[in-house]
């Protein structure tokens, strides 16, 4: 398995993959560590959670350069990426608690009714590239937590990254293999989900990736969690306040250098401030640092692989072919590293890539439209559905918008992030279930009812 500076296009280190009988181990390890681990006490696994932050604080500049040399994402964001896994972590280590805590519901009056949510044992996570270390922090702040133990397929460019968690958790005193690493690729996963020991999956990635693990969990009747992608709705109303928005468009549509599933891509525009939105935002889009991503200024490092910078030009291509005009970008640099600058389509039509395909990397394109029913339709008009922000002077108008929008979140005057305390996910092809809050740390526990007579 191979690390590869996408900066600099050289291999920064290599790795021995786990083989079948590595990966046995790794099980049986995970059911005798499971054994121990639920009967800790939620106490201990709170603090171990919250020392697992404090690790984190104290090394966050070389988890912040590690994600950065392997995947490209600027360092500031990087920097950003690991205070959030800490704070994942505080979060969990504070209110898992409250989540776990057993809940008296009514049943019959004679007899004592409540429910219990215990643990599963081990669930596997597959994960990708992109958050290398908050994909995976939100997946096990809650679910070890609960008591599950974590097996990790991390996306095999990011093995550094793999290990670097498995370090942390080491760090923090978490017992030997309550959480472990599997280096092996996507081939190996059918295997894994089909074994009796695995008793839940969860998966971040693309629809392909999504459909192969739901349908492995389904055939072993496995519970699965599923984060795919997403083609972001962002409304802007023909009361928006221009500026605000343009700038937050430009952040929406390239942070993590383009490449986060809820970044916004369809930009759907009012016609009476269309001229003036499109003109601010290629102005933002501009303006931005593309560069180094070691520099602290640089805003859009490069593409994570060759092969993804290559699909999204064919995406851009295709576009441009079916009619799209290129505002700004549109072409990958001449430089190396696999850059794509930040890139503006507007008069995208119907049905070319950038209308109805996921574009990840710093891609907009743009729409205009006659109305809100008009932006609410294309909107909706999409296979996927996980996040979405909608523009506009009136909170009303901005809260009725969002009723409307068929995401798993939607956000006003903001752009559409995740936060620890509030569930995330989607709906349609943007996959199901829920990560982070109470709906996250709920999905993989066995919500027992029990009755006393
Ligand atoms: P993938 O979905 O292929 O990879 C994500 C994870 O799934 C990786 O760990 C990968 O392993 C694993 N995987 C892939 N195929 C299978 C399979 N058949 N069975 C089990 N596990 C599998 O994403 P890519 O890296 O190829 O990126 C392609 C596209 O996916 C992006 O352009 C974007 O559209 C989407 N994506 C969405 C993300 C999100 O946050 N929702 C994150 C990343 C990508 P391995 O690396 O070994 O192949």
Known sequence: MQSVNPYTESVREEYDEHDEADVEEALSRAENAFEGWQERSLTDRRRLLADAGEVLRENE????????????????????????????????????????????????????????????????????????????????????????????KHASNVPGCALAIEE????????????????????????????????????????????????????NLKKSVLELGGSDPYIVLDDAP???????????????????????????????????????????????????PMDEETN???????????????????????????????????????????????????DSPGECEELFGPVASVFRVESEEEAITLANDSQYGLGGSVWTEDLERGKDVAANVESGAVFVNELTKSDPRLPFGGVKQSGYGRELGVEGIHEFVNRKTVFVQ
């Open 242 to 292: 221009l500026d605000a928005a343009a700038e937050t468009a430009a952040q929406a549509r390239t942070i993590n250098s383009g490449q986060s599933c809820i970044a916004a891509k369809r930009f759907i525009v009012h016609e009476d401030v269309y001229d003036e939105f499109v003109e601010k935002f290629v102005e933002e889009m501009e303006a931005l640092d593309v560069g180094d």
């Open 61 to 152: 500049e070389k988890y912040a350069e590690l994600m950065t040399e392997e995947m490209g994402k600027p360092i500031s964001q990087a920097r950003s990426e690991v205070e959030k896994c800490a704070w994942v972590c505080d979060y969990y280590a504070e209110h898992a608690g409250e989540h776990l805590q057993e809940k008296t519901v009514k049943g019959p009056e004679d007899a004592e009714t409540y429910v219990r949510y215990d643990p599963l044992g081990p669930i596997l996570a597959v994960m990708p590239w992109n958050f290398p270390l908050w994909q995976v922090f939100r997946f096990l702040a809650p679910h070890l937590t609960s008591g599950n133990v974590g097996l990790l």
């Open 168 to 219: 942390v958790l080491r760090d923090a005193g978490y017992p030997e293999d309550v959480f472990q690493s599997l280096l092996v690729g996507s081939d190996q996963i059918e295997d894994i989900i089909a074994d009796d020991r695995v008793r839940a999956v969860t998966l971040t990635g693309s629809g392909p990736a999504g459909r192969a693990v739901a349908e492995q969990a389904g055939r």
């Open 300 to 350: 859009v490092g490069p593409q994570a692989r060759e092969d993804l910078m290559s699909d999204l030009q064919e995406q851009v291509d295709e576009t441009v072919e079916m009619g799209a005009t290129v505002e700004t970008g549109g072409e990958p640099m001449d430089r190396e590293g696999y850059f794509y600058p930040p890139t503006v389509l507007t008069d995208v039509p119907r």
